[in-house]
């Protein structure tokens, strides 16, 4: 895989910047200073835009307690852009309903449901932690897979993290993607043009956004297969004999 490096040098030459001797040691200069920081805007935004594959995107398994709250790992960014992002781990897969408001939780545990879908919602920040909380609350012994983001975009010593500390770093996201993304806004903040460059950019992004979540199609008539294994129907249980 492409180190950091290797993907900074090549937008410091589409910037026409002298490509540096190491870039880790060079935030004391002005100008590496800027690629730096804006590196690390454009890795906050492919990681906004896009539910890239494993290890970026991470699947985990929550088991109940019988409390409403459980934490979330550290490097938790968000949640994927699907519907199944978070789903109870048992044979019939029922994914969990979004709740995003406070008043439309607090009027969910007054009132209760119907139904046996589960809702969620997450709280907190990247500083702070986040955690995930359900309605009804997870049994014990019952199960939860969360399927979310990680904001770890880089691999330093093999193990994943979100700030670039050495130019053997190894990078997780497209390293063209990065070399356009931080190639365009430094053009834009410098009044250079930069419509080409941000236009491959876009392209190649959404692109790379059809590829994870798969080309929504309109289909008259019936589907020719299942988007998923759960959406074949199978009962809740199926009887002995």
Request: charged share 25%; net charge negative; hydrophobic share 35%.
């Amino acid at each position: 895989m492409a180190k950091v490096s290797d993907a900074m040098d090549d937008a410091a030459l589409e910037c026409a910047v002298v490509v540096p001797n190491g870039w880790i040691g060079k935030s004391s200069q002005r100008t590496y200073a800027e690629l730096i920081s804006i590196l690390n805007l454009t890795a906050e935004e492919l990681l906004d835009r896009v539910d890239w594959p494993d290890p970026i995107t991470v699947d985990i398994v929550i088991t109940g307690s019988g409390v409403e709250s459980y934490d979330l790992p550290a490097d938790f960014k968000r949640l994927t852009h699907d519907e199944y992002c978070v789903y109870e781990t048992t044979t019939t897969r029922r994914f969990g309903i979004p709740v995003k408001t406070n008043g439309e939780w607090t009027n969910l545990k007054q009132l209760g449901s119907a139904g046996g879908r589960r809702y969620y919602r997450t709280s907190g920040t990247e500083e702070d932690g986040h955690r995930i909380s359900t309605y009804r609350p997870l049994e014990t012994g019952s199960s939860l897979t969360v399927s979310y983001v990680s904001k770890n975009w880089l691999a330093h010593d093999e193990s994943a993290a979100s700030m670039w500390v050495d130019d053997d770093d190894t990078l997780l996201l497209p390293k063209r993607l990065v070399t356009l993304g931080v190639a365009w806004r430094w053009k834009k903040r410098k009044g250079l043009p930069f419509a080409d460059v941000l236009a491959e950019y876009e392209a190649k992004l959404a692109r790379a956004a059809n590829e994870a979540r798969g080309v929504r199609k309109i289909v008259f008539g019936e589907p020719l297969y299942q988007k998923a294994p759960w959406d074949v129907p199978v009962p809740d249980f199926i009887p002995s004999s």
